[in-house]
């Protein structure tokens, strides 16, 4: 293991170190201990039945996704600046607070029962400076922290099914650098390579704190417990997290830990994917002889076994070339899974893996897609996919996956300005939101579209909305922000100052009304519950009616 972390990692060592993974410096001092310990879960007060509400926008409905904003149709949990709120959904008052400034900025959360999973990007302040997550119970008046959990590392993503929280965290080697700055660049370049190979396989291996009510324990990912893929980046180490919400406390994680680094997470309810992008091998620093491109960029696939509710299992890797745009660029079906990717030689491609042995191999490809260009938006939906690419105009591919040995593309179909993001929305119909453009390529503001795709030999513009001068829509980078209600056609997309909500027909796309954005803050989420929609912003939650989204209440934080 050693050796080959070594081998991987020297060559992209430059003259300042390797990038982020350096942590040469801890900070001093200790996180607060979480509080008084809460009792048991208990079932939540549903106060009647459950009424219609909105889940995450996630990429498949098997696999939630953490977000600032948690609902189950009674309460409403969001993390806003360094607070977490809970709202009673049909009083619409806060009925609860927690300060969690003294454990760093909180990024998102996910929610089980009475129980909440704060993740923190980076939450330690001891000699374990890395991501952190904490268990809160949401019964008391006072939402209370019943465990804490630190590492080495960086958050990569997590993902939640049932009870049971994933999180995969990348972490690299703990390496003390010379840095001696009078050094010329060689000299510093052969300095730092000696720094490597001068680590040992503890410097390498993440640690751990948990703490609760019993105190704080300590540990740490064992070397026989790392697995070598057979193609792997090297340069970190890899893991995933198991945590049951449902529990009194959180456990160590039961790390699954791979040799390799990861940036993109992809999840049904039985698999999970992590892809190495691979960006400082395409990339190698200053000082590094060596050519500038040493070979085409490639993308690394690890498959992970998450179908039962205990320790994952990590079963198989591969490698496709080419970069991925973001986690719907992926997606497993009928065992095989099929990743979109744009090439180095300015086209695109679909390429489908399957699983032999501990392998992710190619089965099939279709390739030559959007020439010159590169994705900007993929949607699978079970035997069909949709690629949306762009430099002057859209073409957005329609494609038959049902053969996975023979992918093809059925339809095309050309408009101006381009989409980024993908939503199926039944009856052959298909959502896009992105930019609108001039025959130049010229971005020009918001566009929403709506797509005819039941024919897939013949994809067809429907009706579109433009927004000109509008910027872009958050929704085009987090599909999170996205907010389709199929009940009533509701489409919500945030714009600069609030808000747009769209009715989307059959076949027309029309303006409801714009949701504002009080106090000038950006409006981060929407979601519906019963009759009301919600609208999340970094002051507070307004509530407006459904239907004529009249303004019905404001809660101020």
């Known amino acids: 293991l050693l050796s080959n972390l070594h081998a991987a ?14 942590l040469n410096e801890a900070v001093p001092g200790g996180a607060p201990a979480p509080g008084a310990m809460a009792a048991a ?14 889940g995450t926008n996630t990429a498949e409905p098997g696999a939630d996704e953490p977000d600032l904003v948690k609902t189950d149709g009674h309460r409403i949990v969001t993390v806003t600046g360094t607070t977490l709120h809970v709202v009673d959904a049909r009083t619409r008052a806060v009925t609860g607070t927690l300060e969690l400034s003294g454990y760093g900025q909180p990024q998102s959360l996910l929610l089980a029962g009475d129980r909440a999973l704060v993740l923190f990007p980076w939450g330690g302040t001891g000699e374990i400076a890395g991501p952190r997550v904490l268990l809160v119970d949401l019964v008391p008046a006072t939402p209370t922290v019943l465990s804490g959990y630190v590492t080495d590392g960086s958050l990569v993503d997590a993902r939640q099914v049932g009870t049971v929280a994933r999180v995969v965290v990348r972490s ?70 198991t945590f049951d919400l449902s529990k009194p406390a959180l456990s160590d994680g039961d790390p ?16 999970l994917y992590v892809v190495n992008g691979n960006q400082w091998m395409a990339w190698p620093q200053a000082g590094f002889r060596g050519p500038a491109r040493p070979f085409p960029h490639q993308s690394e696939v690890y498959q992970f076994d998450i179908s039962g509710t205990g320790t994952p299992r990590y079963v198989a890797g591969g490698v496709v070339p080419g970069w991925v745009v973001n986690q719907y660029a992926l997606s497993e079906w009928q065992d095989h899974l099929r990743v979109a990717t744009t090439l180095d030689t300015g086209s695109s491609q679909v390429a489908v893996l399957g699983r032999a042995g501990g392998a992710l191999t190619q089965v099939g490809v279709v390739g030559g897609l959007g020439k010159g260009q590169r994705i900007y938006g993929v949607r699978f939906a079970g035997p069909v996919g949709y690629v949306v690419t762009f430099r002057q105009t859209d073409p ?10 023979r992918p093809r593309v059925t339809g ?25 453009a001039n025959s130049q390529g010229r971005v020009q503001g918001l566009q929403v579209s709506l797509f005819d795709v039941g024919d897939p030999a013949r994809p067809s513009l429907l009706a579109r909305y433009q927004l000109a001068g509008s910027g872009h829509s958050i929704a085009e980078f987090d599909p999170h922000a996205f907010l389709y209600w199929a009940q009533t056609g509701l489409v919500v997309v945030p714009v600069q100052g609030g808000a747009v909500a769209l009715k989307a027909g059959d076949r027309s796309l029309q303006e409801s009304g714009r949701l504002p954005a009080p106090q000038g803050q950006p409006l981060l989420r929407a979601l519906v519950v019963g009759t009301t929609l919600w609208s999340v912003t970094g002051a507070g939650l307004a509530a407006a009616d459904l239907s004529s989204l009249a303004p019905q209440a404001w809660l101020a934080f």
């Open 412 to 436: 095309e179909l050309e408009i101006d300005g381009y989409s980024a993001y993908l939503h199926p929305a039944g009856d052959g119909r298909l959502i896009g939101v992105g930019q609108a």
């Open 9 to 22: 990692t020297r060559p992209l060592v430059g003259a300042y170190g390797f990038g982020v993974t350096d």
């Open 41 to 54: 879960p208990k079932a939540a007060d549903a106060g009647g039945s459950t009424p219609a509400y909105s």
């Open 256 to 271: 699954v830990t791979i040799a390799a680094d990861g940036q993109t997470v992809y999840a049904n309810g039985t698999s």
């Open 172 to 241: 690299g080697p703990r390496i003390r650098y010379p840095l001696d700055l009078g050094a010329d660049p060689a000299g510093r370049v052969a300095a730092n390579q000696a720094a490597v190979d001068r680590t040992g396989v503890d410097d390498w291996l993440p640690r751990y704190s948990v703490t609760g009510r019993n105190g704080t324990q300590t540990g740490r990912v064992e070397c026989g417990a790392v697995r070598l893929p057979t193609r792997y980046s090297g340069t970190s180490l890899l893991s995933v997290l």
């Open 396 to 405: 957005l591919y329609t494609l038959d996956l049902r053969d996975p040995a």
